[in-house]
């Protein structure tokens, strides 16, 4: 008897403090939004909208002459949005003087994306502005909003050239 109540005593203990630990456990917090989209349009004063020349599935904001080195046009320029199956990724860059010198992009903040699309999204403006292309690498962890990302991109760059 002493043998099967120490037994019952342990396994209980042990239980509780499994349970007990399990209920302190907490996921890490979420951003609540997306950090405030920053419109490129306004920071710069000297560029011009353009309605000519839009393609499908891209829209450009403005732009001037395109720079001879790079075959980009100065402005602001939108790719399409690209869907995944986590939400929609849409990019926007800021070309000066033939140089992408700004990327936004509005990405899904719901669920899991919540986690790994505001770590994800920073790294790959960062390789877009080092690379100045589309060829940015993936981002770990964040496949499906890196692919979608260098969709939009490109999108945005097809749009810049002259």
């Given amino acids: 008897m002493r043998r099967s109540t120490a037994a019952a005593v342990g396994t209980l203990t042990g239980a509780a403090l499994i349970v007990g ?18 419109d490129l349009v ?7 909208p353009s309605s000519s020349g839009k393609k499908p599935g891209a829209s450009k904001t403005s732009a001037a ?14 790719g ?8 929609t990724v849409q990019v926007s860059i800021k070309i000066e003087d033939g140089k992408i010198t700004a990327a936004e992009a509005t990405y899904p903040t719901a669920g899991e994306s919540a986690t790994i699309n505001p770590v994800a999204i920073p790294k790959l403006k960062q390789e877009t502005l080092q690379a100045q292309n589309a060829n940015v690498s993936a981002v770990s962890g964040a496949t499906y909003t890196s692919k979608s990302y260098r969709e939009s991109l490109q999108a945005a760059l097809d749009s810049a050239k002259a």
């Fill in 21 to 38: 630990v399990r209920l302190s456990v907490q996921p890490p917090a979420a951003p609540a939004a997306a950090p405030p989209a920053v």
């Fill in 42 to 48: 306004d920071s710069t004063p000297s560029a011009k």
């Fill in 65 to 78: 002459p395109p720079k001879a080195k790079t075959g980009l046009k100065d402005g602001v320029f939108k």
């Fill in 80 to 87: 399409k949005g690209v869907t995944n199956p986590y939400g």
